[in-house]
């Protein structure tokens, strides 16, 4: 039985155009998600299987399957509730006085959060996230669907840069895919994560 399971998307294919087409959408959601969906399912049989067996020479091989894919997982389950076919949205209430509070204004938490993105080397995604430690907003540029990340931080809006995202639109003008996203981002569902994740017993959390 497998323990992870492709959800639908909130919307359809063409929701998000012009911004992003249906075709990327049914691409990434069918093939590219499902993968690590199926990825992450068969590293953990692997891992039940290794363990019961003793047959355990693969075990770096079988935790890099399993971080990528069920990374790959998680991220895409949160980035498609964080577009939406409603079109320009901005922060509201306490998430946009949060945004504020770090980053000065919503103009300058995009031109930051633009200049990271331009600046991810090969595959990865730029991510907005709750620090339970600090009890703060902070930016991260996570290389692949893994790397480069403190623990026990909450995404609260995220971009996946990698090319099967957006070649089909944009060839390789990442920048201009960038500044479309913007106008499908869906701020409520992220004020709702921001509401949720702060709520979080965060003595577990550090
Ligand atoms: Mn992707």
Same mark, same amino acid.
């Given at each position: ?50 363990? /019961?067996?003793?047959?355990? #020479? ?7 399957? !399993? $971080?990528?894919?069920?990374? *790959?997982? @998680? ?38 959060? /633009?200049?990271?993105?331009? #600046? ?7 991510? !907005? $996230?709750?620090?339970?430690? *600090?009890? @703060? ?23 996946d840069l990698w090319e099967h995202a957006y070649y089909l639109d944009y060839l390789n003008v990442r920048a201009d895919y960038v500044k479309s996203w913007w106008h499908i981002v869906n701020w409520e569902d992220a004020s709702k994560r921001f509401d949720e994740v702060r709520n979080i017993n965060t003595v577990l959390a550090k």
């Amino acid at each position: 039985m497998p323990i992870y399971t492709l959800p639908d998307l909130p919307y359809d294919y063409s929701a998000l155009e012009p911004y992003v087409s249906g075709k990327i959408m049914e691409l990434h959601h069918d093939k590219h998600h499902a993968a690590y969906v199926k990825g992450a399912n068969q590293a953990l049989e692997q891992i039940h299987d290794a363990a /019961e067996s003793g047959n355990t #020479g693969a075990a770096n091989m079988l935790e890099k399957n !399993l $971080a990528f894919n069920l990374a *790959g997982h @998680k991220n895409h389950t949160v980035f498609w509730n964080n577009m939406t076919g409603t079109k320009d949205e901005e922060p509201l209430g306490e998430l946009k006085a949060a945004i504020e509070d770090q980053f000065g204004s919503f103009e300058g938490f995009q031109r930051y959060f /633009e200049a990271m993105c331009a #600046g991810i080397q090969g595959s990865g995604w730029a991510v !907005l $996230a709750w620090d339970s430690l *600090g009890e @703060k907003l902070i930016t991260l540029q996570m290389y692949d669907h893994q790397g480069n990340l403190p623990l026990t931080v909450f995404p609260l809006v995220l971009l996946d840069l990698w090319e099967h995202a957006y070649y089909l639109d944009y060839l390789n003008v990442r920048a201009d895919y960038v500044k479309s996203w913007w106008h499908i981002v869906n701020w409520e569902d992220a004020s709702k994560r921001f509401d949720e994740v702060r709520n979080i017993n965060t003595v577990l959390a550090k």
